[in-house]
């Protein structure tokens, strides 16, 4: 059984206030993430279909809250929830903390390609 403490599993995405340490198990990706302050990623998703994350995610949110906000609603998922984020969300950070999450990988590294290549045009612009 593939186990490990969080702080040996690699960082693969760091912004201001943001973290996301990911690893692959079983076709899934394993993702803990923190937030030191609240977040609109929508500019992030801009360059995925319809402006929105297509894969799905299932977590439990840690501390603080998240907003998963879809087409037609939002949904908000606070500290001690497990959650669905079905595809076409964009997540809001509402209130700082973590969760953990798992995501089908193949969909989830093109999620995340697409969220670095957001970061990297933003940052040479």
């Known amino acids: 059984m593939p186990k490990t403490p969080k702080e040996l599993i690699p960082l693969v995405m760091e912004g201001p206030g943001f973290t996301s ?3 692959e198990w079983g076709g899934m990706s394993v993702a803990f993430e923190a937030g030191t302050e609240p977040m609109d990623t929508t500019p992030l998703f801009a360059g995925l279909p319809g402006g929105s994350c297509q894969c799905p995610h ?22 001690g ?4 984020a079905a595809p076409g969300h964009v997540p809001v950070v509402t209130e700082s903390g973590s969760l953990i999450e798992f995501s089908p990988a193949d969909l989830y590294k093109q999620t995340v390609e697409g ?11």
């Not at 969220?115 to 612009?125: K, N």
């Open 58 to 79: 299932w977590g439990y949110v840690l501390t603080g809250s998240i907003t998963f906000r879809y087409e037609d609603r939002d949904e908000v998922v606070r500290a």
């Open 81 to 84: 929830e497990v959650y669905y």
């Open 115 to 125: 969220i670095q290549a957001a970061l990297h045009e933003g940052a040479s612009t």
């Open 21 to 23: 340490r990911q690893i």
